[in-house]
C-alpha cells in the first residue's frame, strides 16, 4: 500500500494519475479482494499499455480493509486526506461501502462500487457510483424469474439483518406480492451475534416438516448462504432454491470446495440452484470474450464475476478520469470527475462494457438487467431463460402480440424480452479436404442442442457453408426431459474459409463453422457454448481428443493446434424500415446471436521444406559453386552460365510455387525467400564481372580481394538470412 503523508494540495502536470482500490486484500474474503485488484489492474495496464491518459499512466494504490468497518473508515481517511488519488473502486460488502462512503462524501472524492448492492450506498450520496445492479432491482427481478419462469406458486424468505440482505429480501418481497407470489415464512439471522448453526438447524427442520415447502429465497452473504445450502441438503430436501448476487459468486462456490462430498461429485450441494449474477461467461458479449483470454493469459485461470465487474469499474472511472479537466488542485479535480461520471445519465452516452452498457439513474445506480445462472454439475452456467432489455420498445411491431405470445415480460413501468438459451455442443471427427487454393475444407461434426421451449431447427443457417446445410434431415438423437429439449445431429459438408498466405508457407489458418437462427434476433434466442456437455472439465481440450482420434502424423501437410468453441453476437446496424426505429437515440442495429467453431492449424514447414524446397537448395548452392571456377579466359562463361542458370532456376521454382496459391495480391514470406536467392545469385555474378574486369586491368590483388569476398559472404548471408526467417516465423 503506498500511502503519501503530506495533504494533497496540488498535482504536479507530470504526475502519474492514481485510482485507489480498498477490499478485502486479507482474511477470509481475500480471494475477492484480489479478485477486485485484479479486474482493476488488467484495465488500467491496457490503458498503459496504449499510451494512458494524455500522455500520463495512472497508477492502482491497493488498501486493504479486512472487509472490516473500523478498518474501512480509517483506509478511507487514508485516501481522502493523505494521497493524491483521483477516484476510489470499492469497497467490498454493502456494509462496509456505507463505512467508506460517509468519508467519500465529507471530503468529496467520487467512488465506484462493483460489488455493494445495497440501495443505501449511493442514496443521498453523490459521490458513490454503483455499476451492478443494487438489491432493489436483484429482488423485483428474482420475484418475477420465481414466478414466471420457474413457476413457483409459495416461496419463504431467509435474510441477513445487514444493509445487503435486508434490502434484498424487502424488494423481493414487495415484488414477490405484486406477481401474485405466496409468502409462506421469513426468518431473519445476525451472524455477528447469533448462533447462526443453532439457527440454520431450525430453519431446516421448520422446511422438513413442511408436506408443501413451496420455494426459498436466500438473502445471505456467501458464507452463510453455503452453510445453509449445506444443511438443507444434508436433510436431503427437495425444492427450488433461488437467491441473489451472493449466492451467484465464485465465492460461494468455493465454501464447498473442501467437502468430501463435492470432492467425489462435484455440485452435490449446488446443482438446481438459481441466483442473479452480473457476469456469466458463457452468454457474454465478444469484449468479455476477449477480456477472458486477456485474464486468462495473465493470471493462468478464468476470471470470476468480480474481476468482470471491478473491469467495468476501472473502464468507466477512467472514462471519467479521461473526459474530466484534472486541475493541479486535487480537489478540484476530484470534483471534475464525479461530474463526469454524473454524465453517463442516458442509454445513448453509456458506456459499453463486458457486463452491459453502463449509465446511471438519479441516485448513482446502474440501470440493466443481470444473468440468471443455475448450477450444474458443479458449474454456474446461464440459467434456460434470461430477461433481456428492450432498449427501444418503439422497434417492436406489435408489443401486444408479444406480451400474449410471452415473449414479452412486464417489469414494473417497463418491458423484458423474454430470451430463449440454446446450450450448443459440438465434437469434430474430422476436417479434410483443405484447399487452400479454392479456400475451402470439409468438415464432419457431432451438433447437439438444449433448450427450454420450441426451437425451429430448419431456421438455423450455416453462415460459410458451400451449400444448403440447414437441419432438415432427422437427428441422430432427441429426448425430451423435464421440459428440456434436446437434438443431436451428425452434418458433413464443405465449408469457405479466407485464408490468409502472409506467412506461406509457414502460415497458421483458422477454419470457421459459423451458424446462426435465421429468424430470431438476440433477444429471443442466445446461443451458449455447452461447456459441460463438451467435457471441457475434464482435463482434455476438443483439440486433444480430435488429435487422438485422427492420430496425426509428423509428416502431415496440417498440423493441428486448437479447437475454439464460443457464442458471440453479430449485429446489422439498420432500421429495416421500422418506422419506430427511424428516430431511435440509441443504436439501430439488429444483433443476432451466433456460434463459431474455429480449428486453427499451422502448416507442415518441416514437411513443405522437405518436398518443395531442396531443389532451391540446390540452387543456392550451385550459385556458391560459380564462384569457384575461374573466370579468366574460356571459364568465364561457363561460370557466368552457372549464375544464369541458377538465377531463371530460381525464378521458375518461385512461379511453379505461386501457382499453388490463389490469385492474391500481396508478397508472401516465400516471396521473400525467393528475393533473398536472387540477391544472392546476383551477387555472384556482380562479383564475377567485377573480377573479370580486375583481371583484364591488371588488378589481381583487387580481383582476389572480391573472390575471397564473395566465397565469404554468401555463407554469411545464407546463415544470417536462415536467422531472419527462423526469428520471424
Known sequence: MLIFGVEPLCMAASDTLQIAVVGPLSGKDQQAGQAMLNGVKLYVDEINGSGGISGRRLEVIAYDDQNNKEMARKRALEIAKDSNTLIVIGHYYSSISLEGGRIYKEYGIPAVTASATAPEVTEENDWYFRVVPDTHLQGKFSALYMKNILEQE?????FEQDAYGTALQRSFKLAALDTGLRIKKIWSINSEIDDVDRKFDVITHELQRDPKPGALFVALQDHEAAKLVRSIRDTGIDFTIMGGDAIGSKSFLRQFAKIPSEKRGPGHYTDGIYAAT???SDISNRRARQFNRAFTRRFGKEPDDMV?????????????IRKAKIEIDVGQSRKNIRNQLGSFRYIETAHKGITGRIFFDEHGNVVKPFPIGVYSHGRFISAPIQFGPIVNLEAIVDLRQELEEGNVIPFGDRFVYRTM????GIDINKISNIDPRNESFTADFYLWFRHQGYLDYSKIEFLNALEDLRLKDEPIMEMTDQN??????????DFKEAFNFHDYPFDSQTLSIRFRHKKFNSERLVFVTDDIGMQRYSGRTPAERLKQYLGLSEEAPWQLQDILVFADIGAADSTLGNPGMFHAKADTAITYSRFNVVTEIERNAKSYVLKNLISLFIVILLGYIML???????PFVARMSLGVIALLTAVFLRLEAAGQLPNIGYLVALDYMYFAVYVLILSGIVITVAKHRALRKGKNLLAKRLDYFGRLFQPVYIVTGIGIFAYLY
Request: glycine share 4%.
Open 154 to 158: 409459495a416461496v419463504n424468505i431467509v
Open 278 to 280: 452480473f457476469f456469466i
Open 308 to 320: 468482470a465487474t471491478h473491469y467495468d469499474a476501472a473502464a468507466i472511472a477512467i472514462n471519467a
Open 421 to 424: 438459451v440454446i446450450y450448443t
Open 484 to 493: 428440456i429439449a434436446y437434438r443431436a445431429y451428425r452434418i458433413k459438408g
Open 628 to 634: 569457384f571456377v575461374p573466370p579468366e579466359g574460356p
